[in-house]
């Protein structure tokens, strides 16, 4: 069992900058691939980021590739997701996820199904 709790969320002005941060519990924190999603009113859950056990490799959607860094810090069972140059329609409630499938990042990374744990959620508002 894994659980998992976001943080780092709120309200910022377009072009602003948000770290998130997911703490898992656990010891097997490092056998888990983590993912970020994210849904906003009215609208389906979409992958935002993927990054491997190792951190060794990161996958993207396109909406936010270049302005998004995903990275984990094993030893302190946390991920991260450092978002910058954030528009409007990043807004959105922030989950983060983790999935034991695609801990080398083999797999559909984009797809929520694939994915064994999730968080609460955070919200991120970004006004223009």
């Known amino acids: 069992q894994v659980q998992l709790v976001e943080s780092g969320g709120g309200l910022v002005q377009a072009g602003d900058s948000l770290r998130l941060s997911c703490a898992a519990s656990g010891r097997t924190f490092i056998t888990y691939a983590m993912g970020w999603f994210r849904q906003a009113p009215g609208k389906e859950r979409e992958f935002v980021a993927l990054?491997?056990?190792?951190?060794?490799?990161?996958y993207y959607a396109d909406s936010v590739k270049g302005r998004f860094t995903v990275s984990r810090d094993n030893a302190k069972n946390t991920v991260y997701l450092q978002m910058n140059s954030l528009k409007p329609e990043d807004t959105a409630v922030y989950y983060c996820?983790?999935?034991?499938?695609?801990?080398?990042?083999?797999?559909?990374?984009?797809?929520?199904?694939?994915?064994?744990?999730w968080g609460q959620g955070t919200q991120v508002t970004v006004s223009s």
């Open positions: 996820a983790a999935s034991r499938k695609l801990r080398s990042g083999n797999g559909n990374y984009y797809e929520a199904y694939e994915y064994d744990y």
């Open positions: 990054i491997t056990w190792s951190g060794g490799a990161t």
